[in-house]
């Protein structure tokens, strides 16, 4: 589906995702309800709306979601080579500096 090329490190690409409410609705199924509280004496986090404690991103509808990763890891790789910059790639909420190999391998 890449070519054979590993996705290197997709969470930036993941949480860009993540950020783009018509793109999230395609690629995860949001699970809102539930919490993780196991001992009643012990508060847990509910599940919410979009990213959560619980649940993360939720489910991914891999079917949407890996041709949009893809386009997205390849689109970041491809700006980062014409800017021939080694330096961090910085995605809202997450900074990921690339390793000193390139970018780190899935």
Request: net charge negative.
């Amino acid at each position: 589906m890449n070519r054979h090329h590993s996705l290197g490190y997709i969470n930036p690409a993941l949480y860009a995702i993540g950020s783009n409410p018509a793109k999230y609705a395609a690629d995860f199924y949001d699970l809102t309800t539930g919490n993780n509280q196991a001992d009643p004496s012990i508060p847990g986090h509910p599940a919410t709306q979009g990213w959560d404690p619980v649940t993360g991103l939720s489910t991914p509808n891999a079917a949407k979601l890996l041709p949009d990763l893809i386009a997205l890891v390849n689109r970041i790789k491809a700006t980062d080579e014409i800017k021939g910059e080694a330096g961090a790639l910085v995605v809202s909420p997450v900074s990921c500096p690339p390793s000193s190999s390139g970018w780190g391998s899935l």
